[in-house]
């Protein structure tokens, strides 16, 4: 007959884990990279992103984004709406007209902290 190896909770911890592995991870700065990944993964949104960057300053009218990309305004709309949430573009009134401008810092940063994924610091953090 075999006697099942009792193993403490203590030992089966140091057996599983090295002691500098991190037992936190920051679950908001998590849920941000989420959502500004899930903002990203629609190909309209990346052609979006891409004709704001081709535009002067990195900033374009709603009406410029429309014939391009032969989508109907409300469409836009609702996808400028989700890269605003996820801090990807910010949106500027000006009078009757919305203009987009690609944050380009909050890009930067996601880049960097999904490349953090690659590494033993992988643990997305606040950024």
Not at 22 to 35: E, K, N, S, Y
Not at 60 to 75: E, F, G, R
Not at 77 to 99: C, D, N, P, Y
Request: glycine share 4%; aromatic share 2%; charged share 20%.
């Amino acid at each position: 007959m075999t006697t099942p190896l009792s193993l403490s909770p203590e030992t089966t911890e140091e057996a599983c884990r090295p002691a500098d592995t991190p037992t936190q991870i920051d679950v908001a700065a998590t849920d941000t990279l989420a959502h500004q990944l899930k903002a990203l993964s629609d190909p309209t949104r990346l052609q979006l992103l891409k004709l704001i960057a081709s535009h002067p300053n990195q900033t374009a009218c709603i009406c410029d984004l429309t014939v391009p990309l032969n989508v109907t305004q409300p469409t836009v709309s609702h996808h400028m709406r989700l890269l605003v949430e996820a801090r990807i573009v910010t949106r500027e009134q000006r009078g009757k007209w919305v203009f987009y401008s690609i944050c380009a810092d909050t890009l930067r940063g996601l880049g960097k902290r999904v490349a953090s994924l690659a590494t033993r610091e992988g643990a997305p953090r606040a950024d």
